[in-house]
T-cell receptor
Framework: NAGVTQTPKFRVLKTGQSMTLLCAQDMNHEYMYWYRQDPGMGLRLIHYSVGEGTTAKGEVPDGYNVSRLKKQNFLLGLESAAPSQTSVYFC????????????FGAGTRLSVL | GESVGLHLPTLSVQEGDNSIINCAYSNSASDYFIWYKQESGKGPQFIIDIRSNMDKRQGQRVTVLLNKTVKHLSLQIAATQPGDSAVYFCAENIDTGGFKTIFGAGTRLFVKA
């Protein structure tokens, strides 16, 4: 049981490049989330999904897109990376009946130069 | 990651003492309040939660207190151990008009052996 797995762990991009962050969970959770973590600001919700084929905006969705084609996977895309998107990105998942208990991946550290 | 939390409030306690970590929240509509622990290089890990209609909840070595009058939340850790050294985040869940989890900036707990 791997829990929540994020790939890649590290990535460096140039401004304007695109990339996709992958998140996979093997706990059959309905809800999945993408957060970014910046120094002194805690975690901020980017997008979330309440089930396969559905996504919704969180607190800071601009510049990001997501897709949930399969229940176990939640993808976060950056179409045109900007230096302001330099951050640590965390994926999480939870049961729909227990949204308080979110299980987090180990994070992806992204630098945009 | 290493760069997260450089400017966080820090609480330093002696091993075996009790720790109290405080958090102020702003949203009266929050349904649940949650505490997460984040060790260096890892994602946050759920510790304990409390529903908004409760004042106190106890877990194993941890107690969460909620004071809605002054919008204050605290996490008490009994007999603090070196393994408790981490950054602790409070979070609020709001599940009306769209789901939101709002994280605080975090407090770094340092346990002296």
């Amino acid at each position: 049981n791997a829990g929540v797995t994020q790939t890649p762990k590290f990535r460096v991009l140039k401004t304007g490049q695109s990339m996709t962050l992958l998140c996979a969970q093997d706990m059959n959770h309905e809800y999945m989330y993408w957060y970014r973590q910046d120094p002194g600001m805690g975690l901020r919700l980017i997008h979330y999904s309440v089930g396969e084929g559905t996504t919704a905006k969180g607190e800071v969705p601009d510049g990001y897109n997501v897709s949930r084609l399969k229940k176990q996977n939640f993808l976060l895309g950056l179409e045109s990376a900007a230096p302001s998107q330099t951050s640590v990105y965390f994926c999480a998942s939870s049961l729909g009946s227990a949204k308080n208990i979110q299980y987090f991946g180990a994070g992806t550290r992204l630098s945009v130069l | 990651g290493e760069s997260v939390g450089l400017h966080l409030p820090t609480l330093s306690v002696q091993e075996g003492d009790n720790s109290i970590i405080n958090c102020a929240y702003s949203n009266s509509a929050s349904d649940y309040f949650i505490w997460y622990k984040q060790e260096s290089g890892k994602g946050p890990q759920f510790i304990i939660d409390i529903r908004s209609n409760m004042d106190k909840r106890q877990g194993q070595r941890v107690t969460v207190l909620l004071n809605k009058t002054v919008k204050h939340l605290s996490l008490q850790i009994a007999a603090t151990q070196p393994g408790d050294s981490a950054v602790y985040f409070c979070a609020e869940n709001i599940d009306t008009g769209g789901f939101k989890t709002i994280f605080g900036a975090g407090t770094r707990l340092f346990v002296k052996a």
